[in-house]
């Protein structure tokens, strides 16, 4: 289909806060974004929308109703019990759902991720819990691409490529059950989950603060193993152009160029216009 | 509480007559004290003789109601004359709305403008550091939205007692340093990253003269397309006023007269309920809905409810919009039931705003406030005339002539200005230079804040183009300004920054208060900004002391002086006074915030050193500056002499830096400011892990510690693109510029030289251990 046709969905109830930049990603890119607020896919307002007539679902970062809970879990309760239905048909046609930072602990907490025991478990699998540091961190992180296959959400980027893509979070430690974490992770790897590492500018293995929360395997970001599922903690909107980008006073190429985060919107984009 | 002087009216309700007409000026003061309405003698005397001419006692409505419109914090009764003649009507081309609302509005460029506000929120967050900054950023928000503006950016100077202060000499009912810059963090972190605002710049200064009074100032900017700005007014008769956001509870009552007195031992136990309780959550969509009731062109009015909650709001738009208004109270929704209508109508719940609405336009403003789960509710109307009528379950509870309402007192209260004597001492020269520098570095003023910046969420939003920490990656470094670019189709940007050095302006006031603006100039020419407006937050001590109001006098004269000089308006502010510890007032600190204008930021520069084998250069004077400096003050030395402002120096200054930047001359550029040229230099070679070596011969006959270390203004170290030396001095000497080459970029090494002697020779390891280290050790 047409970019222009592609409709986004990008999802947001109270406290959602990425939702601007993540729309004008996909708008820049020329597709056709739309911020949707949750009630409105649940019917409780006046403009009512179906998330059957998008393309592509979008969770932005954010803290939405406030993480106070648990990162994510008030939205992912809301959306489970409305949603739920429409949203594993969505994911089961092949549409893309991209899930940053907030977005991330959003689709865990769904149970849409790691999804190893179904496409939207009952019970999340993992967890995004508070960073090592016990702070919220804002600071650039370096990531290495290495999803060998099926790669939705980054077929513009190289196996073993560097990406440079700020994180900010509070909880991001990427943390699976303690007895299983072991098989867990090797079914991960099996299935080609693993999309984003945290490294050192050399792409060497991270250790605090390239690594700013202390994920294991230093995970940035996974799939589901269909892989039409992502979620990351780093914020690739807010690198879409090198002027965003971290550092660029000290590489002088042109500022119109795209920065590291333009190549998670542009892929998506390609494969939604190409298989759909 | 004598029954007395407090008749209950016979209703189902909470409502009192209070016994004015017959009470004399013993009985007046009592009631005054009794009611904590924040009424001084003279006050409550113009209040009886206001109801005597009525013939009635005035209810507790009322009475509570004048207390808050008169409070220092709510009309600026001692500050306003004073302001009127230092540094109100400065008259530029990008003025839009300068001094008139709590927010100012200059032009950014043909369809847009950016807002700017600033105010402090001190006496809450010495109480209770979490909430009260949290708050604080809440009601900044506001400030800013409620003239139809997306905020784009939020600032927080902070100052406190030093980290290293003994936890035994904390005196009785004061938190310490630690606690409260950790407190005070948390608030600003959990309010400003949950409501999506990135916080980009600000300052945290120590100096024991805080303890027990910290300061917490907190900014915003934001921008607007010049088509949608709003006013705090009702367009005329028949607007409803439409109350939107979370409901009225007990929390912050009294928050306006409680920052317009000092802080005492008991404040914490006394207090606590003058401080509000932010949600962030419910002020997200709140934000959203305003905005995007105005961009529909559904509101006429709106405005925040900030100090003074309801009273402060309703009768401000009202008689802005030449009306009055009737207002039913009880259909303000409330937290609990039981609140009285007094409490309901003088509470700072937080996360509330009023929008004045005409009739037709009222049934969509609801539906779409619900769209967004935003409780709004209808609560009155303006109305032809000039009174202002409240009724609580059609019972009239309030009625007052506008005029006297809002029309508080101003006083020409006396002030005396009070020259310090201080006896100069200069201290030995060091014996170690390398040593001297480390622990230069190490001290909390000037050690690396990433401790405190990574915890801010500076990037969201997707616009901070210039960050607050620039270095290499993985590595920390001091910006001198953050550059947000707030328009999607264009490369022109806001650059922001905050000043005040309070060691200065305790030792010359004036001078000192003309250091804040010539630094915030430099920070914001460092990145390619032309400065453009200023804003103020003047924290001082007690007006009633002739001696603090002299410091305010000779301060904002200083500050004035400077800006009108440079034609740079002063566009919004806010006066802090009572801010007093238990030796005294603080320091006067009266905080900027700057704001520059990037015509392209494509050419902006940071402050991290890029490239090997660059040359080096000192674009400024150097002078034995020593007063206030931090070295003198590790080194024990004395000087009574703040650094000096050259005026038509720093104006060429500006000029000729920013034809540098424009010309895209050079790599780095960095302003020296506390610790000297020592301190920028390391900074530089810290952030870029690269060194220099460098020799400060060619500043003169000074002490090499006193060439090393002055705090000198209007000097920036300029790290030159290779090649572009000649063009470099070229463009400097046709501004009439004194400038000097230091040296050579290169190495891993800091190497400073004074012709024949090497004075420091340190790695850039060994100083990035106590720069980035101490604030982590202290704060954990």
Known sequence: MDLKDIRVAVLRIEGTNCEEESFLAFKRLGADPEMVHLKQLTGDSSHPRKLKDYHAL????????????????????????????????????????????????????????????????????????????????????????????????????????????????????????EDREKEMLEEMVKNDQIVFQYVKPDGTKAEYPFNPNGSILNIAGITNPAGNVMGMMPHPERAFY???????????????????????????LNYVSRRF | MNPDHYIKRDVHFPLYDINLLNADDEALQTIADETAAGHDLNEMKRVKEYFTKLGRNPTDVEFQALGQAWSEHSCYKTSKPILKNTIFNIDAPQNIL??????????????HAYVVALESHNHPSAIEPYGGAATGIGGILRDVVWMGAQPVALVDPLFFGSLDYPMDEVPKGVKHPTYLLSGVVDGIRDYGNRVGIPTVAGQVTFHNSYIGNCLVNVGCIGIVEKKHIIRSRVSG?????????????????HGVTFASADLHEES????????????????????????????????????DFGGGGLSSVVGEMALHGGCGCEIELDRVPTKEEGVAPWEIWISESQERMMLAVRPENVEKVLRLFADWDVEAVPIGRSVVGKNITITYCNTKVLELDLEFYTGGPEYDRPYEFAPRDVQERMPEEPADYNEMLLKLLCEENIACKGWVVHQYDHEVRGKTVIKPLQAKLGLEGHGDAAVIK????????????????????????????????????????AVGGRPHSFADCLNFGNPENPETLGDFVESTRGLGDVARFLSVPFSSGNVSFYNETLNGPIPPTPTILGIGLVEDIRKCVTSDMKVEDEAVYLVGQTFEEMGGSIYYEIA???????????????????????????????????DPSEGGLGVALAEMALAGDLGADVDLSALGKMRSDIKLFSESQTRWIVEVRSGKEGTFERVLNSYGLSFLRLGTTGGKNLIIRDGKKELVNLPLKRMREVWEGTLHEKMG
């Open chain 1, 58 to 177: 979008m969770f932005p970062g954010g803290f939405s109703a406030g993480d106070y809970v648990r990162a994510g879990a008030i939205f992912s309760a809301r959306i489970k019990s409305s949603l739920g239905r429409d949203l594993v048909r969505f994911v089961e046609d092949g549409y893309p759902v991209l899930g940053i930072c907030n977005g991330f602990q959003i689709l865990v907490e769904l149970g849409l991720l790691p999804g190893l025991s179904g496409t939207m478990t009952g019970r999340a699998e993992a967890v995004l819990a508070t960073n090592d540091s016990n702070r919220f961190e804002c600071r650039p992180t370096i990531l290495k691409h290495v999803k060998r296959g099926n790669r939705v959400f980054t077929e513009k980027m190289g196996y073993g490529e560097l990406f440079t893509i700020p994180s900010a979070h509070a909880e991001g430690k990427f943390v699976l059950p």
């Open chain 1, 242 to 268: 090198r002027s965003t980008s971290p550092n660029w006073t000290r590489h002088p190429l042109p500022l119109e160029d795209f920065g590291d985060g333009w190549y998670i919107f542009s892929s998506l």
């Open chain 2, 98 to 111: 300068v001094i008139k609302e709590d927010a100012g509005v200059l032009e950014f460029d043909d369809e």
């Open chain 2, 237 to 253: 008769p028949g607007d409803v006023f439409i109350y939107a956001g979370g409901r009225t509870g007990r929390d912050g009552i």
């Open chain 2, 268 to 303: 914490d136990t006394e207090s606590r309920g003058a401080v509000q309780l932010g949600d962030p959550i419910t002020k997200e969509p709140l934000i959203h809905a305003c905005l995007e009731a105005v961009e529909k062109g559904l509101v006429s009015g709106m405005k």
């Open chain 2, 486 to 525: 707030p328009v999607e189709n264009s490369w022109k940007g806001l650059a922001i920054s905050c000043d005040i050095n309070p060691r200065y302006t305790l030792l010359d006031p004036y001078h000192g208060s003309m250091c804040a603006i010539d630094e915030n100039c430099r920070n914001l020419v």
């Open chain 2, 636 to 670: 024990g030395g004395c000087s009574g002499d703040a650094p000096m402002v050259d005026l038509d120096n720093l104006k060429n200054s500006i000029e000729g830096m920013l034809d540098l930047i424009d010309k895209e001359l050079v790599s780095a550029v960095h």
